[in-house]
């Protein structure tokens, strides 16, 4: 049965890929945004979403640190295991946006997050601030970006694929987009069932089972929406989708999952998470700094770069769960 969850949630995630980046496209172009922005809005704050619920259920049952690792580790995943995987399978071409402005926002998010953990709570203020600068961040891409497209979509009206989206109604790119969402949030459910149903067989005696599978097999899950989205755009040809996806959710779990779940209930930081896996995380986002300016595409060796560095964080990890630096 756990094999049938696992190839069924496989299966439903990558139908969903397709839905969500068509509708992607198609609201992009009726609503004169670009693709860029509907990735960093749309796309990545739906695939978000679970990060969110889980985190204010966890809030609401007294537990809203868990909103802190699930913030980090999924901001850890988006960038070295699902954008390292992206361009090694199709690679990826960043936009000036995307390096200026949408990078730059989330390298603010992470260190306005680790400055506020740095005295071991996240009040209720700084969750407001954290999603008052949510709010007006995404109002600035949302305004910039019409201006923009208008003028790109007029020079680019006798492109067959352009005219064809332009054609589409508003409500069937709606409809698929809302499919894909629904099916992505679906798949990875089964998907993450599935496998830690198998995992549990093959782990069956080790007593550090259920942290290896937390670490491994539940972190890969639920980063199979932005994983699936991420590749089904780039192949697609919609990079700036894909790597949207990736930027806009790393902001949205910063601004909104941690902004909101404050909100509900001040959020404790441990010395343990701002010791090792923030620092952790920031590391990872600087790293993109040479990825971005050393030569214009994100090919496959820099993708075996990001790759590797979320295989050693995982390596790090179960070596501490097994006692190595005690």
């Known amino acids: 049965m756990d094999y049938l969850f696992l190839l069924l949630g496989l299966i439903v995630l990558i139908v969903g890929g397709e839905f969500l980046v068509k509708g992607a496209v198609g609201c992009s172009a009726i609503f004169k945004i670009s693709p860029l922005v509907i990735g960093m809005t749309v796309v990545s704050f739906g695939t978000s979403a679970p990060e969110l619920l889980v985190s204010l259920q966890s809030a609401m049952a007294g537990n809203p640190g868990i909103a802190v690792g699930n913030v980090i580790g999924s901001n850890i995943a988006n960038i070295s295991l699902v954008l390292g995987i992206t361009v090694l399978i199709f690679p990826i071409i960043a936009s000036r946006q995307t390096k200026r402005i949408d990078?730059?926002?989330?390298?603010?998010?992470?260190?306005?997050?680790?400055?506020?953990?740095?005295?071991?709570?996240?009040?209720?203020?700084e969750g407001i601030i954290l999603l008052v600068i949510l709010i007006l961040f995404t109002y600035f891409l949302v305004y910039n970006s019409r201006k923009q497209t208008k003028r790109d979509l007029a020079y680019a009206s006798d492109d067959h694929e352009i005219s064809s989206v332009l054609k589409t109604p508003i409500w069937k790119s709606t409809v698929f987009l809302l499919i894909g969402l629904v099916a992505l949030y679906f798949g990875s459910d089964w998907f993450v069932s599935g496998a830690v149903g198998i995992a549990e067989i093959l782990l069956e005696g080790n007593p550090d089972k259920d942290s290896i599978i937390g670490v491994t097999v539940v972190a890969l899950g639920t980063s199979a929406p932005e994983l699936v989205a991420s590749i089904v755009a780039a192949v697609r040809k919609q990079s700036d989708i894909s790597i949207g996806n990736l930027i806009?959710?790393?902001?949205?779990?910063?601004?909104?999952v941690l902004g909101i779940t404050a909100i509900v209930l001040p959020i404790e930081v441990t010395d343990q998470v701002l010791g090792f896996d923030m620092l952790w995380m920031l590391a990872i986002l600087l790293l993109l700094i040479p990825i971005f300016l050393l030569g214009k595409q994100i090919g496959r060796f820099k993708g075996v770069i990001l790759f590797t560095s979320y295989v050693a964080y995982v390596a790090v990890i179960l070596m501490k769960i097994a006692g190595f630096f005690d």
């Open 103 to 125: 990078y730059t926002m989330m390298l603010l998010a992470s260190f306005l997050f680790y400055f506020f953990a740095w005295d071991n709570v996240i009040e209720r203020y």
């Open 248 to 256: 806009g959710s790393n902001i949205f779990n910063v601004f909104a």
